[in-house]
């Protein structure tokens, strides 16, 4: 499979749907708070989330009258999160784009990330479907338990790779589980297919977010359209870190340069070298690819050929993209 994932011709006139819709609502808002939000939807972004809503809509019947709000939703509460985890980290630019708070300032960028998160849940709610809000509200809820994790174990070394995988849970992954329960559930899927394209999407996440992880440090700056080491320079332990940890002699100076807030771009070249020379890349890649085996797995249990087709598909290209 190539490294760019198509959709099924039907699915993407809904997904351009879904965009024209964002586009739509914040446009609504007048002045700063429109035009910022309208920059970071679209500076882009693959559109995981939407597309994992639409896919698992395909599950028994497709019906796009609710499929769309929940995908702008979700996308919604995903572009809030980012602007907020950009204040957070303090970031200049995503995506190649420059964020809010460095266009305008940290409390636009607040004030845009909240109003976004609050037009999700108004949409979602208009679809009367509670199950639907738990979901949204429990992923929510997530995102925030695992951004606070992050900063809790910020340059601290003595954290276990079980913390590691317990914060991308939270972060990543239960918000594409979230995407795709809540498509199964609007196409009226059986309880168990349910439960096993949420499980599909979890997986699928992990194995999304520890990907990402590595290429923070096996990346190449030009593909990436950014710079490589930001997650060492921002005192981050990632998986190809813990693996390095268990083959190296240089545990120390890997410490130092976590810990250390002012470590130069040399140091974090240097630890990039250190991780690089062990097998940790690529066994955290083995590892990113064992989630998305267990992916494939839970859509074992999904009786609707083509969404089986599609969803294996996006699994492919999470693993291809990198390799
Ligand atoms: C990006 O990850 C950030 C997240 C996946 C989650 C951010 C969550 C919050 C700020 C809290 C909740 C906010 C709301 C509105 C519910 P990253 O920092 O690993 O990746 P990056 O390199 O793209 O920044
Ligand atoms: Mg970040």
Redesign the pocket.
């Known amino acids: 499979m190539s490294k760019v994932y198509s959709l099924p011709s039907r699915l993407k006139e809904d997904l351009k749907l879904v965009e024209d819709e964002l586009t739509r609502i914040v446009s609504l808002k007048e002045g700063k708070l429109a035009e910022a939000a309208l920059t970071t939807l679209k500076a882009g972004g693959k559109r995981l989330r939407p597309i994992l809503v639409l896919l698992t809509g395909m599950i028994n019947i497709y019906d796009v009258s609710k499929l769309i709000p929940s995908a702008v939703a979700i996308e919604l509460?995903?572009t809030?999160?980012?602007?907020?985890?950009?204040v957070?980290?303090g970031?200049d630019t995503?995506r190649g784009s420059p964020t809010i708070n460095a266009t305008w300032d940290e409390k636009v960028a607040i004030s845009t990330?909240?109003y976004?998160?609050g037009v999700a849940f108004e949409i979602l709610s208009k679809l009367n479907n509670p199950y639907l809000m738990k979901v949204m509200a429990e992923a929510?809820?997530a995102?925030?338990v695992?951004?606070l994790h992050?900063m809790r174990t910020c340059r601290n070394f003595n954290q276990t790779i079980d913390d590691y995988l317990t914060k991308i849970r939270n972060?990543?992954a239960l918000?594409f589980s979230a995407a795709c329960s809540m498509g199964a559930v609007l196409s009226g899927a059986k309880e168990t297919e349910i439960e096993a394209v949420g499980r599909y999407g979890e997986n699928l996440g992990m194995a999304f977010?520890i990907y990402?992880?590595v290429l923070?440090i096996s990346g190449d700056k030009r593909i990436l359209g950014?710079p490589i080491g930001?997650?060492l320079k921002d005192g981050?332990v990632t998986m190809p870190i813990f693996l390095a940890l268990q083959e190296t002699s240089q545990r120390a100076y890997l410490q130092n340069v976590v810990e250390n807030v002012n470590s130069t771009e040399e140091e974090i070249e240097k630890a990039i070298r250190i991780i690089k020379a062990t097998s940790a890349i690529k066994e955290t890649k083995n590892r990113a690819k064992g989630f998305v085996e267990k992916a494939f797995e839970a859509l074992k249990l999904i009786d609707a050929d083509e969404a089986r087709r599609e969803l294996r598909f996006i699994g492919e290209f999470v693993i291809n993209r990198y390799h």
């Open positions: 509460v995903h809030a999160s980012l602007i907020h985890d950009d957070l980290d970031a995503r990330g909240d976004l998160f929510a809820l995102l925030s695992g951004e992050q972060k990543t918000l977010q990402d992880d923070d950014k930001i997650d981050m």
